[in-house]
């Protein structure tokens, strides 16, 4: 089955700064790649996703690229602010009827004032 | 989300009891789903139903037991709690897309309940 792994587990950056966050994934039937954000005491909440017919997506200071040679993806932040601070989940899901996802073990993010 | 209700919000109970979790979604969707979240564990599904009467066991089913009443609500038990099943619980909703039953939609989640059985 599919396996997804996250790095790093933990990184601090300082405000301004731009975080990097990488997954891998071993099914290379997966094709749709979903990260979320999840604040203390909350729900993970969805902030960008890619389909593997899309090498690269934007969205404001968030983005996303998809490697499927390598069957890795990136989240990028940039100018990084400290309401950034929270944890990041990456996951993988197989285009078949289950849409089951495969969730990364997150990284915990947090941005220095 | 406000949108995906869990309740209750916290719980903590004994070893043996019989727990029942609740789900609730004003969103209209036809997909629902339990997760259980560990620390460095990420979230690991549970059960899901794609529909009123559709039930599918997840990769950690054991020991859990879920009913779906209605389009909007699905709730997860526990007929005899473990230790080793205080964690954090996530309900989480998405939508189909007609004709194409294959195609991968966001799943959206709702605040989680804290579990902790003693």
């Known amino acids: 089955g599919e396996n997804v792994e996250q790095h790093p587990s933990t990184l601090s950056v300082q405000e301004g700064d731009s975080a990097v966050i990488k997954c891998t994934y071993s099914?290379?039937?997966?094709?749709?790649f979903p990260w979320y954000k999840q604040e203390l005491g909350k729900g993970p909440q969805l902030i960008i996703d890619i389909r593997s017919n899309v090498g690269e997506k934007k969205d404001q200071r968030i983005a996303v690229t998809l490697n499927k040679t390598a069957k890795h993806f990136s989240l990028h932040i940039t100018e990084t602010q400290p309401e950034d601070s929270a944890v990041y989940f990456c996951?993988?899901?197989?285009?078949?009827?289950?849409?089951?996802?495969?969730f990364g073990p997150g990284t915990r993010l947090s941005v220095l004032p | 989300d406000a949108d995906v209700t869990q309740t209750p919000r916290n719980r903590i109970t004994k070893t043996g009891k019989r727990i029942m979790l609740e789900c609730s979604q004003t969103k209209g969707h036809d997909r629902m789903y339990w997760y259980r979240q560990d620390p460095g564990l990420g979230l690991q599904l549970i059960y899901y139903s794609f529909d009123v009467k559709d039930i599918n066991k997840g990769e950690i089913s054991d020991g859990y037991s879920v009913s779906r009443q209605a389009q909007a609500k699905f709730s997860l038990s526990l007929e005899s709690a473990i230790p080793n099943q205080t964690a954090l619980y996530f309900c989480?909703?998405?939508?189909?897309?007609?004709?194409?039953?294959?195609?991968?939609?966001?799943?959206?989640f709702g605040d989680g309940t804290r579990l902790s059985i003693l």
């Open positions: 996951a993988a899901s197989i285009n078949n009827y289950g849409q089951n996802f495969v």
């Open positions: 989480a909703t998405s939508a189909s897309i007609k004709g194409t039953a294959s195609s991968n939609q966001p799943q959206h």
């Open positions: 099914d290379s039937a997966s094709n749709y």
